[in-house]
């Protein structure tokens, strides 16, 4: 009885016993955070190359030296910083309006699925232009249970547009 008494007043290993029942929250609100900045870093830089690779397109840059789909995705994945498999992943839609009236807006995730009738044309001077892309990303924190995604099988869409209207070329 004394043993148990010592024991039940022993408060050695109460750090490490406090460790253990903290850590493994406290390591998954921190990947969590580190996935979410990923995540918002890659999705800021596809943006940003889509803003940019529109610019030639409203420029006329495009349409002079016959862009393709194919060239207009290298494009956006050579103006991002950090690709990450853009070139194999990346989807494109493009929409050419000649006024605004006659726009429509299409969401590339339909029921969970991520379905993108890929499309490019560059338009003509004066004309309206909707360019949607779309990346889908990985999820890292799958293995947690964590399953805030929204796509079926538990990727996410990171997704960029740019409506514009091309300059007189």
């Given at each position: 009885?004394?043993?148990?008494?010592?024991?039940?007043?022993?408060?050695?290993?109460?750090?490490?016993?406090?460790?253990?029942?903290?850590?493994?929250?406290?390591?998954?609100?921190?990947?969590?955070?580190?996935?979410?900045?990923?995540?918002?870093?890659?999705?800021?830089?596809?943006?940003?190359?889509?803003?940019r690779?529109?610019?030639?397109?409203r420029?006329?840059?495009?349409?002079?030296?016959?862009?393709?789909?194919?060239?207009?995705?290298?494009?956006?994945?050579?103006n991002?910083?950090?690709?990450f498999?853009?070139?194999?992943?990346?989807?494109?839609?493009?929409?050419?309006?000649?006024?605004?009236?006659?726009?429509?807006?299409?969401?590339?995730?339909?029921?969970?699925?991520?379905?993108?009738?890929?499309?490019?044309?560059?338009?003509?001077?004066?004309?309206?232009?909707l360019?949607?892309?779309?990346?889908?990303?990985?999820?890292?924190?799958?293995?947690?249970?964590i399953?805030?995604?929204?796509?079926?099988?538990?990727?996410?869409?990171?997704?960029?547009?740019?409506?514009?209207?091309?300059?007189?070329?």
């Amino acid at each position: 009885m004394r043993l148990h008494r010592r024991l039940l007043r022993d408060e050695k290993g109460a750090a490490a016993i406090e460790f253990a029942l903290l850590a493994m929250p406290f390591l998954m609100l921190v990947f969590a955070i580190l996935e979410v900045s990923l995540m918002f870093f890659i999705d800021s830089g596809l943006d940003s190359a889509l803003q940019r690779t529109a610019r030639e397109v409203r420029t006329g840059a495009a349409a002079s030296n016959s862009w393709d789909l194919q060239k207009f995705k290298a494009r956006v994945c050579e103006n991002m910083t950090f690709s990450f498999g853009c070139s194999d992943t990346l989807l494109v839609s493009t929409q050419v309006m000649s006024d605004f009236s006659s726009r429509s807006y299409k969401s590339g995730v339909q029921n969970g699925v991520l379905s993108v009738q890929e499309s490019f044309s560059p338009g003509g001077s004066g004309d309206y232009v909707l360019i949607q892309a779309y990346l889908p990303w990985d999820s890292t924190l799958a293995f947690a249970g964590i399953k805030a995604h929204t796509l079926q099988d538990g990727r996410y869409v990171l997704a960029a547009a740019a409506l514009f209207r091309n300059e007189p070329f």
